[in-house]
C-alpha cells in the first residue's frame, strides 16, 4: 500500500541551524501538507501546497519557515533559523484528489532544538 | 472559524467496560470527520472515517463512531475496552471545499485500567 515517507525519524539541531525535513508524497497525489506538534499537544495546521505554490498557511508559518517541492517527488519544510520553541513532531500529509478529503499522514520527524 | 472540540482531556475506564470519548465541531459547510490514534511517540494513525453515507462508522478493532450533523457531534465508542486500548485519541475535520486543510481537536487520553 503506498504511504507518506518521512526522512530523517528524529533530527537534533542547534538552535539557530537551518534544519530540512524531508517528505516524498504518494505519486499521484496532487495537496501537501505541514503540520505540527508540540509535545503534549494537539496537531496543528502549518501550511498547504497546492499546484506548486501555498495555498495556505497559518499564523505559525511565519518567514522561517519555508516549503519546496523542488522535483516533484520530494516535499520539504525548512526552518531558516532554529529556535528552541520550534521543538516538535512534524507531520506530512498528502490528499489524491478534490472531493475525497482524507490525507494521508507520514510517520512524523521529531525535531529537537538544543 | 471553524473548530473542533474534545471536551474530555483525559478518560479513565475499566477494562471491558464501555468508553465514549466526545468530539463536536463547528462548521456551517460540508465536512469530513476522523479519528486518530496516537501511541507514544508515535505517529498518527486513522482509527476510522465520515466522508458521506452511513452515519454510523466503524473500525476493525472495535470503534465505531457516529456522525450526527444536527448536534455537530462525532463521538467516538467502544463497547468493550482493553488494556491495548491505552493512547491519546484525536478528532479532525476538513470540508469539502478550499484548502482540505484538518483541524485537529486537542486530544482525549484513554487510560484503561486492570
Known amino acids: 500500500e503506498p504511504e507518506v515517507t518521512q526522512t530523517p525519524s528524529h533530527q537534533v539541531t542547534q538552535m539557530g541551524q537551518e534544519v530540512i525535513l524531508r517528505c516524498v508524497p504518494i505519486s499521484n497525489h496532487l495537496y501537501f501538507y505541514w503540520y505540527r506538534q508540540i509535545l503534549g499537544q494537539k496537531v496543528e495546521f502549518l501550511v498547504s501546497f497546492y499546484n506548486n505554490e501555498i495555498s495556505e498557511k497559518s499564523e505559525i508559518f511565519d518567514d522561517q519557515f519555508s516549503v519546496e517541492r523542488p522535483d516533484g517527488s520530494n516535499f520539504t519544510l525548512k526552518i531558516r533559523s532554529t529556535k528552541l520553541e520550534d521543538s516538535a513532531m512534524y507531520f506530512c500529509?498528502?490528499?489524491?484528489?478534490?472531493?475525497?478529503?482524507?490525507?494521508?499522514f507520514g510517520q512524523g520527524t521529531r525535531l529537537t532544538v538544543v | 472559524a471553524q473548530s473542533v472540540t474534545q471536551l474530555d482531556s483525559q478518560v479513565p475506564v475499566f477494562e471491558e467496560a464501555p468508553v465514549e470519548l466526545r468530539c463536536n465541531y463547528s462548521s456551517s459547510v460540508s465536512v469530513y470527520l476522523f479519528w486518530y490514534v496516537q501511541y507514544p511517540n508515535q505517529g498518527l494513525q486513522l482509527l476510522l472515517k465520515y466522508l458521506s453515507g452511513s452515519t454510523l462508522v466503524e473500525s476493525i478493532n472495535g470503534f465505531e463512531a457516529e456522525f450526527n450533523k444536527s448536534q455537530t457531534s462525532f463521538h467516538l465508542r467502544k463497547p468493550s475496552v482493553h488494556i491495548s486500548d491505552t493512547a491519546e485519541y484525536f478528532c479532525a475535520v476538513t470540508w469539502s471545499s478550499g484548502t482540505y486543510k484538518y483541524i485537529f481537536g486537542t486530544g482525549t487520553r484513554l487510560k484503561v485500567l486492570a
Open positions: 500529509a498528502s490528499l489524491p484528489r478534490t472531493g475525497t478529503g482524507e490525507a494521508f
